[in-house]
């Protein structure tokens, strides 16, 4: 499949596979329990492309993952050209011009360059013009009834347009405003007012009837602090068209070298060329169409879009002049923060570019063709000649068009999935434990995530379009053990009996993570091999929880499965989290003093067990009291806990009190009342700096009884 950045061609790749696993099991697919197990993460803000999935359904039935890819990329430009063809044609009525329209749409630098980038959703432009010819035919109809059929298309393109990417409704909402807008200035009347309310509304009912569950799911998760939504304004300055790169030759043309687009980019983004042949013919069209009633619509949409694709202010050479643009207007409305790549709002003005250039291409031909009405020939001949010369002028004007375009083999490469993940797609079911693990290694995650194509087991990372942290690397996740296997080794001397590094095992078989794939590097075939101590450590680990000979092994990764253990005697352990100084000895026992003014404990147990969790404080230079609560993980739920003093200069034995822990990770914070102390205000000679105020030791569970 075409793609040469691999994260995101291997994202979308995904996409369709996870898509069709979803109908397969019967439910929404913008919900994923396969990434970042055992958590899961929704997909409402991921550009996951359900109606391009419905494109490629059935070559995914018969032939495969590549081949529905490959046919939404060509199905794309040919839906996206078509869709620009049927649009001029509506307004000009001219199906030749119409064609080329559709052309100078569809194929432009920037929509091949996002098939060099693997980016499906930039190319997938056909929602356009498809909602665009239908909210004019609704806008033209003389009765309701007549209006009806197009509303409803209208909604059903917007729908499939926010399913593709959340960038499309933005982008047909600006069509309708303006539309809207110049219908209302160029024909001001209360009839004119009422039909466009009433036309939005029937649209806008359809669009939320089939996107209600898109919308709910992006209300719901507006806030959530675990998803990077909003865009800051760095980001859309640099996604933003740059003046010069609005009228620049493509870098990556034949013509001058013809460099891959996908390795090479120039800052000022040349892609985003309106084009110097498909300008002219545009301008031309604009020209020579004035006095026609669309036409004034039509320049002055292309003109609003170019100016919103060129961002908050204007950039000349990516030097910042500091001359806001009309997108400073927009960037703080709700929803509108999350809009980064501002730079997309160019597609606009090339459907403006479509509609007029066939207006250009019509009087062209028109103007150059054979006189219908010479004398010479009979009216058959001269229609033909006609005919013929029409068809002569119309190629050498695609091929002008044609031959500013990049057009040059784009980058191809198979997929090389290692032999044992098909050995283990074999497997009964459980999930899959990637060592070393890749949490924010996108490239590395992009190609593990199609493995999964492959094997089918949940995995515990995921590259999606908006950045998402995980609960996987959070302080209290039970799987620190495995993410910094050198640095928490098995065994390891702590404050706390037992730790939870110690028990792996338990850790594995509570969430079903039945197997292990550890990895000879850290990102992928040619990169970086193991740390020899960081091998050593995750060889410790396996030695721990697989009972047998790995399920596969080469030179790339090695599959482990892992040991099936009783529940029964699997013991409760704790986890030393954030807010804690380094380890210490006083009186042969590991000790460590409270920093930060809260630490955080984290206590993992396999089944519900009742128990007080116990240790020895003390406090420094003034007796101390702590606050203390639970957190259950990560539903957050709280339940504050007594508030106990320690005395300085001794240890006092604390309890709980019997406490419920439910099954899984509960945090429990610790946070000190009182001031901290430095040692060396209190001894000039004492050179510790630290401001202290108390330290806790030997931390356990007792009186552990089950339910």
């Known amino acids: 499949?075409?793609?040469?950045?691999?994260?995101?061609r291997d994202q979308h790749y995904w996409n369709f596979w996870w898509i069709g696993q979803a109908a397969i099991r019967g439910v929404s697919p913008l919900h994923t329990d396969m990434l970042f197990y055992p958590y899961g993460v929704p997909l409402h803000y991921h550009v996951l492309g359900i109606p391009l999935w419905l494109i490629g359904m059935a070559p995914q039935l018969i032939w495969g993952l590549p081949a529905a890819y490959n046919t939404v990329a060509l199905a794309a430009?040919?839906?996206?050209?078509y869709g620009a063809f049927r649009l001029a044609l509506l307004i000009t009525g001219k199906p030749l011009a119409s064609f080329l329209g559709g052309v100078v749409f569809a194929f432009t630098p920037y929509t091949l360059g996002a098939v060099s980038d693997g980016q499906n959703e930039v190319f997938s432009l056909q929602w356009i013009p498809f909602y665009a010819e239908a909210w004019l035919r609704a806008w033209q109809a003389t009765t309701w009834k007549a209006r009806a059929l197009p509303l409803a298309l209208a909604g059903l393109f917007f729908a499939a347009g926010a399913y593709t990417t959340l960038y499309y409704p933005v982008d047909l909402l600006i069509?309708?405003?303006?539309?809207a807008a110049y219908s209302l200035l160029t024909h001001p009347a209360w009839a004119t007012l009422r039909r466009a309310v009433l036309s939005v509304g029937a649209m806008a009912a359809v669009a939320f009837l089939l996107t209600a569950p898109l919308i709910a799911g992006l209300a719901t998760n507006y806030n959530n602090p675990r998803l990077d939504i909003e865009a800051g304004e760095a980001q859309m300055i640099e996604h933003s068209a740059d003046l010069l790169g609005l009228f620049a030759f493509p870098h990556d043309h034949p013509l001058v070298g013809g460099t891959r687009y996908g390795t090479d980019k120039l800052p000022i983004r040349d892609n985003l060329t309106l084009g110097w042949v498909a300008l002219g013919i545009a301008a031309l069209g604009a020209w020579v169409a004035r006095r026609k009633d669309a036409t004034a619509?039509?320049?002055a949409f292309g003109i609003i879009a170019m100016l919103l694709g060129m961002g908050p202010q204007l950039q000349v050479g990516r030097t910042l002049t500091g001359i806001p643009l009309p997108w400073k207007l927009l960037e703080g409305l709700p929803g509108i923060a999350g809009i980064g790549k501002v730079e997309r709002f160019i597609a606009l003005t090339r459907l403006s570019m479509a509609v007029l250039s066939a207006w250009g291409t019509a009087w062209l031909l028109t103007k150059l063709a054979p006189k219908i009405g010479a004398h010479n020939r009979s009216s058959v001949v001269r229609r033909r000649s006609s005919t013929l010369r029409s068809a002569i002028l119309a190629t050498f004007l695609l091929s002008l068009l044609l031959f500013e375009l990049p057009l040059h083999p784009r980058y191809i490469k198979p997929f090389s999935v290692p032999t044992g993940f098909r050995t283990l797609a074999q497997q009964p079911d459980g999930a899959l434990m990637e060592l070393p693990?890749?949490?924010q290694q996108v490239e590395t995650v992009g190609q593990r995530m199609v493995y999964q194509t492959v094997h089918g087991h949940p995995i515990m990372a995921g590259y999606l379009s908006r950045t998402y942290h995980s609960p996987i690397t959070d302080e209290c996740s039970p799987f620190w053990g495995f993410i910094s296997a050198r640095y928490l080794p098995i065994g390891a001397t702590e404050i706390v009996t037992p730790t939870l590094e110690s028990h792996p095992l338990d850790v594995l078989n509570f969430y079903n993570i039945r197997y292990l794939a550890l990895y000879n590097a850290y990102n992928g075939p040619g990169s970086t091999p193991l740390d020899p101590q960081d091998k050593a450590a995750f060889a410790d680990i396996m030695a721990h929880v697989s009972h047998g000979p790995p399920l596969s092994t080469d030179d790339f990764v090695s599959i482990y499965r892992v040991g099936r253990a009783n529940p029964q005697p699997a013991t409760q352990s704790i986890h030393v989290a954030n807010g804690w100084y380094n380890v210490e000895q006083t009186t042969g026992a590991p000790f460590r003093w409270v920093k930060d003014n809260q630490a955080t404990l984290c206590v993992f147990t396999p089944r519900p067990v009742t128990a007080s969790l116990v240790f020895d404080g003390t406090a420094f230079a003034h007796d101390q009291a702590i606050r203390w609560w639970t957190e259950d993980q990560p539903s957050g739920e709280t339940r504050h806990l007594e508030d106990k003093t320690l005395?300085?200069?001794?240890?006092?034995?604390v309890s709980t009190g019997p406490i419920a822990w439910k099954p899984g990770v509960t945090a429990v914070r610790i946070k000190?009342?009182?001031?901290?102390?430095?040692?060396s205000s209190l001894d000039p000679k004492v050179r510790d700096n630290r401001p202290l105020t108390v330290g806790l030791r030997g931390l356990h569970l007792e009186s552990v009884t089950q339910k």
Do not use: K
């Open 672 to 679: 000190p009342v009182g001031e901290a102390v430095t040692p």
């Open 175 to 179: 069509f309708t405003a303006i539309y």
């Open 1 to 8: 499949v075409p793609g040469e950045l691999l994260p995101d």
């Open 437 to 439: 693990f890749a949490t």
């Open 297 to 299: 619509f039509w320049l």
């Open 77 to 81: 430009f040919t839906l996206s050209g």
């Open 647 to 653: 005395p300085a200069g001794r240890f006092a034995t």
